[in-house]
């Protein structure tokens, strides 16, 4: 099973279930098997894989310590992931 853990940016604490958090968070954790990085990060996070694909285009993923730039790409197993959510937008 992918383990993915949340943290706030101001601290560190893990929840136990992705779809509990909020905005201005950090996910982290490993792949769980070889697929695209797009639909790996969906099911390890609980995001929807446009979400994810709109995250890697705002720099805000990055796969193995390095900035993940194109959704299709293929990931390994065990590759260790970092997700930052921005901070929620006001309607205006």
Do not use: Y
């Amino acid at each position: 099973c992918t383990r993915a853990s949340i943290t706030p940016l101001e601290s560190r604490r893990t929840i136990g279930h992705a779809s509990s958090m909020a905005e201005g968070q950090t996910i982290t954790g490993t792949v769980d098997a070889p697929d695209r990085l797009d639909r790996a990060l969906a099911l390890a996070a609980d995001l929807s894989r446009e979400r994810i694909k709109r995250l890697i285009a705002e720099g805000a993923v990055s796969v193995a310590g390095h900035p993940a730039t194109d959704p299709s790409a293929k990931v390994a197993g065990g590759t260790p992931f970092r997700i930052a959510l921005p901070d929620a937008q006001p309607l205006a």
